[in-house]
């Protein structure tokens, strides 16, 4: 196996139901002979640098994953038919991947996630301190 990421563009008038059947059949491709999903983030709702197909948003979908080639030529193939996909791109990470670095690359993920989290909630914190001392800063001064 080896290790690929995608990212696909959906188009923005679809339904969260047509965008989970989406997502679900290219993680059942991916899923063949062994292959297994690492990551999935929906980013949601983006707008275009340009438009692509005369839309100017779209559905973007990461994932990050280990899987045969053919597996992938696969998924590109569904996603040149699909009307519904409007950009994707491929890219290979590792020419080989074991259970273990599976395991390993989904441990980094969560990891980054928990870190991603906690630096949000500091600087929430922090913005909430700075908003109560300049406010107590405002009632001194009057």
């Given at each position: 196996?080896?290790?690929?990421?995608?990212?696909?563009?959906?188009?923005?008038?679809?339904?969260?139901?047509?965008?989970?059947?989406?997502?679900?059949?290219?993680?059942?491709?991916?899923?063949?002979?062994?292959?297994?999903?690492?990551?999935?983030?929906?980013?949601g709702?983006?707008?275009?640098?340009?438009?692509?197909?005369?839309?100017?948003?779209?559905?973007?979908?990461?994932?990050?994953?280990?899987?045969?080639?053919?597996n992938?030529?696969?998924?590109?193939?569904?996603?040149?038919?699909?009307e519904?996909?409007?950009?994707?791109?491929?890219?290979?990470?590792?020419?080989?991947?074991?259970?273990?670095?599976?395991?390993?690359?989904?441990?980094?993920?969560?990891?980054?996630?928990?870190?991603?989290?906690?630096?949000?909630?500091?600087?929430?914190?922090?913005?909430?301190?700075?908003?109560?001392?300049?406010?107590?800063?405002?009632?001194?001064?009057?």
């Amino acid at each position: 196996m080896r290790r690929y990421e995608t990212i696909y563009i959906l188009r923005p008038t679809l339904s969260e139901e047509e965008i989970t059947a989406v997502i679900d059949n290219t993680n059942t491709i991916i899923a063949n002979d062994g292959g297994q999903v690492i990551s999935l983030d929906q980013w949601g709702l983006k707008t275009l640098a340009y438009l692509i197909e005369k839309e100017t948003q779209g559905y973007y979908v990461y994932c990050d994953f280990a899987t045969a080639p053919a597996n992938v030529s696969e998924m590109e193939r569904k996603f040149r038919i699909d009307e519904s996909v409007m950009k994707y791109m491929t890219v290979k990470l590792a020419d080989s991947i074991d259970s273990e670095g599976i395991v390993a690359a989904r441990g980094e993920y969560e990891a980054a996630v928990i870190a991603a989290a906690k630096a949000e909630e500091a600087d929430k914190q922090a913005e909430e301190q700075a908003e109560t001392k300049e406010a107590t800063e405002k009632v001194s001064v009057q």
